[in-house]
């Protein structure tokens, strides 16, 4: 990966014209920073120009003909770039991007969301490398991928899902409570990870709380629920039935 303060190189592969376009002209704003060393129209063409190019970022689509973005990946001897992915609504592929702490972006193109996402690589690009060699290896796992990429100041940290007793918010941050006592800080909110991990068997109990169905011990006479680790989180009433109900047959 290019560390040596010069212009990001990147390669732009995407098989619709029109999408293609409009990263070029989101990456003209960035003429300083950012220079276009290959626009590739399939899968097949973007995995010789990045062999070639040996770009810093790569705007990937994911859906298209023939060989498709993931196809992409795996048939490349090096991943020693960052990637933002580019793509019309796909909820597995969304889902399993965003567990590796990687961006994309929804078409059509939202200037703000462009900006953020190359903002986020600017920001992380020494660590990206190795978020996308997590991705493409975990991506074939049926069901939602079971670690999730913590983004922290000293790096990144892998949690298993499985070691994951529940979330709590704490203003914009979430907090991981996992086995034996250990905490994790995340700088993103709660909603952040609410979809993803309701993939995984975790439930909203309340506003501040996500749990993980498999360390719930019991469900106590003032409706709290109890942990695995002894911890007690109340239940909303809102919630009350629907969480009830999920716990039958447990």
């Known amino acids: 990966m290019n560390t040596s303060g010069s212009k990001v190189r990147a390669v732009i592969v995407d098989d619709d014209p029109f999408s293609r376009s409009q990263v070029r002209k989101q990456l003209e704003r960035y003429e300083d920073v950012v220079e276009i060393v290959a626009e590739c129209a399939s899968g097949e063409e973007g995995a010789q120009a990045i062999a070639t190019q040996r770009p810093d ?11 498709d973005g993931f196809a992409m990946l795996d048939a490349l001897e090096r991943r020693d770039f960052g990637v933002i992915f580019v793509t019309s609504h796909d909820a597995y592929a969304i889902r ?19 900006d953020a996402a190359l903002g986020h690589f600017i920001a992380n690009r020494a660590v990206l490398p190795a978020r996308l060699e997590r991705l493409v290896s975990e991506r074939k796992e049926r ?12 790096g990144d940290r892998h949690l298993r899902v499985a070691d994951i007793i529940r979330c709590e918010a704490d203003r914009n941050y979430t ?12 700088s993103r909110p709660l909603a952040t ?29 003032v409706d709290e629920i109890v942990l695995s680790d002894e911890s007690r989180v109340e239940i909303s009433r809102r919630r009350k039935s629907e969480i009830l109900s999920a716990l039958k047959g447990r």
Do not use: C, W
């Not at 360390?215 to 006479?221: D, F």
């Open 57 to 67: 970022l790569v705007f990937l689509d994911i859906q298209m003909r023939g060989m």
């Open 96 to 114: 399993a991007i965003r567990y590796s702490a990687l961006d994309y972006l929804l078409k059509p193109i939202k200037p703000a969301e462009f």
């Open 143 to 154: 069901g939602a991928p079971q670690t999730l990429v913590i983004p922290m100041r000293d």
């Open 175 to 186: 907090l991981f409570h996992l086995k034996r006592g250990e905490r994790v800080m995340s």
């Open 193 to 221: 990870y609410e979809e993803f991990l309701s993939n995984n068997d975790f439930l909203r109990v309340h506003r501040s709380h996500i749990v993980n169905v498999a360390h719930i011990r019991s469900v106590n006479a």
